[in-house]
């Protein structure tokens, strides 16, 4: 069993989807810092003073993390910072449900912000389309509303790079 | 083929890149036509929520914005 969970292809998977996940994300975050603080404040969970520091420097470790995934640069620690971050969202997420909350929760629908931020560049929108459709069929909804779906979206993430972060080390890793 | 905890070096860059990606967001903020600035931002002066939200705060009214 644990030598089919932690195979070494399946990881590689995990780390590439949600690596390109979260830099997709992180970049749609950095291009509309001040609309990514807004909807933080949607969540009306952390103290005003601590929520512009969070706001902008969050997508810049989404950012760092999904490329260690990508490009295998520390890849225990990117994935378990990803998984934390998973966590934080899920407990973000479950106190707005629970206090019945209904906003977008601004995971992913900021990555439409790259082609408002390049303004009329046709090539850079037909890319932003493209990745949006390539997301929704991969089960990723851009613009999705605080639920418990979305929670159990995040919990669905969260698996598997729990897998990642606990992955035996290769001999040479060892030594 | 055991599951492996993160060890000390993980732990280590797990600090070091979250420190870095702190500070590339705040790197970014700092010259994107769309960022704010941090201090102004952390007394409430400068934005607003993204939603609108009536007197008792439950239901959201309009969707909001830079002012």
């Not at chain 1, 260690?68 to 994935?79: D, M, N, Q, W």
């Not at chain 1, 912000?113 to 459709?133: D, I, M, N, R, Y």
Request: glycine residues 8%; charged residues 15%; aromatic residues 12%.
């Amino acid at each position: 069993m644990t030598r089919w969970l932690f195979h070494p292809r399946l990881l590689r998977a995990i780390s590439l989807f949600m690596g390109l996940l979260f830099i997709a994300a992180a970049v749609g975050k950095l291009m509309d810092p001040v609309k990514f603080l807004g909807s933080v404040s949607d969540y009306r969970f952390l103290p005003q003073w601590i929520l512009p520091f969070y706001s902008a420097g969050i997508p810049g470790v989404e950012l760092l993390a999904g490329l260690g995934l990508v490009f295998k640069v520390k890849e225990r620690a990117c994935a378990m910072i990803i998984s934390a971050l998973l966590v934080s969202f899920i407990i973000a997420l479950s106190q707005a449900v629970l206090r019945g909350m209904d906003f977008d929760c601004s995971c992913f629908d900021l990555i439409g912000s790259w082609a408002v931020t390049f303004g009329q560049a046709p090539w850079l929108k037909a890319h932003a389309a493209w990745l949006a459709e390539a997301l929704t069929g991969l089960g990723v909804k851009l613009a999705s509303r605080v639920s418990w779906g979305t929670v159990l979206r995040d919990v669905y993430y969260l698996a598997p790079m729990l897998l990642v972060v606990f992955a035996p080390r290769a001999r040479a890793e060892q030594a | 083929m055991s599951p492996s905890a993160p060890d000390r070096q993980d732990w280590k860059w797990l600090l070091i890149i979250g420190v870095a990606g702190m500070l590339l967001g705040w790197a970014v903020n700092a010259v994107s036509p769309r960022g704010f600035s941090l201090l102004k931002a952390a007394q409430g002066s400068t934005w607003m929520p993204a939603t609108d939200w009536d007197d008792e705060g439950d239901t959201p009214t309009a969707k909001g914005g830079r002012p």
